[in-house]
């Protein structure tokens, strides 16, 4: 949209002063900042972004402003409850609020066996539905960790997802404890299998993956990689990067390519970290330990938090930033919230 140079102050090293950037009348329209610093040749040095608008704020602009003519539908069976509108239908398993099954033109797509607590524990309660304007609505409720989860299908055909966690000290008389002592990953999971993606392109971190004590040195941008399964240290043949699979910071949208299957996700929640698959671990092992923490069951998660990659030493011998994340939950508390959308048109 527009670019420009910035004059810096004379600093000395070590020194911090303050420069000024003259931005245009539209700014806040863009989506991204860029900065690019150069040495005294004139070399590049390093470049960095940051994002212009929230997460909830970006989705917004993606999708059309026509509301829609009909109404999404509730189909409410033995063992299911099925959410429709435009060509998609969704069906959830009434006896523990998962997702069951995702249809496009009765073709089937295979994510199912989600959400999967990642990090902390919840039992189905129970669930009912509701129509809101022309939206569908299951609202599934839990005792533990998570408190509910709203599925909501718009006329559209858009389903979303959010999720209301860790607002509860007792859990709503879960009865033990109900999230890890020590959180090494944190959020939800889901199963898709890998052999139907063949790409990923999306919006946020990268183009890299990245683990809690390496998440400096990527940049927002809309990247796009091919699947692959390189073993960094190990697949010396065929070395192909950036990796494929493993988790991607600050997720704004991303799409899994495939042939059949295609299908686009976004986040109206900041901070979230996208897993893709698990990677596979290197064979030649430093004294035998592995180099990464277990990764989350299922195939693609959405997580507030990650976990470090070992560096020469055990993650517990690494700085501050390496380390697991606790939780406290106070009286009062709002909980933490994540809302996604997935788009399977």
């Known amino acids: 949209m527009a670019r420009g140079n910035v004059t810096l102050p004379a600093l000395n090293p070590g020194e ?16 991204l900042l860029e900065l690019e610093g150069f040495d005294k040749f004139g070399r590049s040095i390093c470049t960095w972004t940051w994002p212009v608008k929230y997460a909830n704020e970006y989705f917004q602009t993606q999708q059309p402003e026509t509301a829609s003519q009909t109404s999404a539908t509730i189909q409410n069976e033995v063992e299911r409850i099925t959410l429709t509108a435009n060509h998609i239908s969704v069906s959830f398993h009434k006896e523990d609020g998962s997702l069951m099954e995702v249809k496009r033109d009765g ?34 409720k839990y005792t533990g960790a998570i408190d509910s989860i709203t599925w909501r299908m718009t006329g559209e055909g858009l389903l979303g997802m959010t999720a209301v966690l860790l607002n509860r000290g007792s859990g709503g008389g879960f009865g033990e404890d109900f999230f890890d ?77 495939s042939e059949h299957v295609p299908f686009t996700v976004y986040s109206e929640s900041d901070g979230l970290f996208f897993r893709v698959f698990t990677p596979e671990e290197p064979v030649m092992r430093r004294n ?25 030493k055990l993650i517990s011998e690494h700085g501050p930033k390496s380390q697991p994340s606790s939780i406290r939950i106070k009286q009062g508390d709002e909980g933490i919230h994540m809302k996604l959308w997935f788009d399977f048109r």
């Open 181 to 257: 002592e020590k959180v090494y990953n944190f959020g939800f999971s889901f199963s898709f299998p890998e052999k139907e993606v063949k790409a990923m392109r999306w919006m946020g971190r990268g183009p890299y993956r990245v683990w809690k004590n390496r998440i400096k040195g990527t940049n927002y941008n809309i990247w796009e990689k091919e699947h692959n399964n390189t073993v960094t240290s190990e697949s010396f043949e065929s070395l192909i990067y950036p990796e494929f699979k493993g988790y991607h910071a600050n997720l704004y949208w991303a799409t899994l390519e």
């Open 16 to 31: 911090r002063g303050t420069a000024r950037m003259d931005l245009p009348a539209d700014f806040f329209q863009g989506d």
């Open 288 to 312: 035998g330990e592995n180099s990464m923490h277990k990764f989350p069951e299922g195939d693609i998660s959405f997580l507030y938090d990650i976990p470090a990659m070992r560096s020469f």
């Open 107 to 140: 073709q089937v797509i295979p994510l199912t066996n989600g959400p999967l607590p990642v990090g902390m524990k919840a039992k189905y309660k129970n669930g009912y539905t509701l129509t809101e304007g022309n939206d569908a609505v299951f609202i599934a």
